[in-house]
């Protein structure tokens, strides 16, 4: 075909075979109408489009994260997985059962009896009459992230995953999702902690409430430092610590407390990070934090064995 075109006819440099008197903007080169991409100026040609998608830097948040694209998305993700844990545990007896046992947060081993009795000494598991669960104490480390995922009573599902969608977007709006979800483990696992250390020895503690107060924590203090109206979620903190307090010992104000302290150390690293190497200062804070909160669980893990 190309060779039936006069000489000196200028051919798209994609399709040799096709005349064409139209350039790219950017890099000079004919190209014909299927090679076309619409430019704020004349057109561009694909391998012109294709090195911009890849020079282009994509929109970052004002604390360095990448800007997502839907907010709510690693929120509602983090629903769905409270909602599926909540159906298993519904489905093999709740906190009493295998399920629940394994994924509340106990700080110490327990016996549990027909007459309700517990045994403090790790070493009598093998000689325990009843039904032995397993504490952060005697192994069950992984009860300190479980927990937070794990709620049997409808309305305390309910009141957590409807703050965590509210929070959650409004705060990785601002840090970008990676920084959300350091975030929102770092705030779950300081709940964990303050009930390791706080609560009843041979008590059980499950819900995603520490690592929601985490996330009032941070959205606090992002208020503060962006210079918006805290009012409105002061008022609705308060109001959650007034139900925290008046519940007495149905709600573990020790999670909620942790969890609070846990946010705002977290969203204050992130926030307050130099710009210079500001990805570096984040991530080794975080880690300090992580440090501390795991140097915590070894302490008094060492108490209670």
Known sequence: MSSSL??????????????????????????????????????????????????????????????????AITSIALIVANVGVFVALLATGGINGTLGRLLTLTPRGICETGDGRFFPNVSVVAACPGTWADGVATGAWWQLLTSGFAHVAPLHLAFNMLALYFLGPQ?????????????????????????LWLAEPYSSTLGAS??????MGALLLLMLKLRADPRPLAAWLGINVLITVAAGNGISWQGHLGGFLGGVAAAAVIVLAPRVRRAWWQAAGLLLILAALLGLVALRVAELV
């Open 6 to 71: 006069p000489a000196g006819v200028p051919v798209c440099y994609r399709h040799p075979g096709r005349e064409t008197h139209i350039s790219c903007q950017r890099c000079g080169r004919p190209i014909c109408p299927e090679c076309m991409n619409d430019a704020a100026v004349g057109f561009h040609c694909p391998a012109c489009v294709a090195e911009g998608r890849r020079t282009v830097r994509a929109p970052t948040t004002p604390y360095g994260g990448t800007r997502p694209g839907n907010p």
């Open 171 to 195: 705060v990785e709006q601002v840090m970008g999702r990676a920084r959300f979800l350091a975030l929102y483990v770092v705030s779950l696992l300081a709940g964990s902690v303050a009930v």
């Open 210 to 215: 520490g690592a929601v107060f985490g996330l």
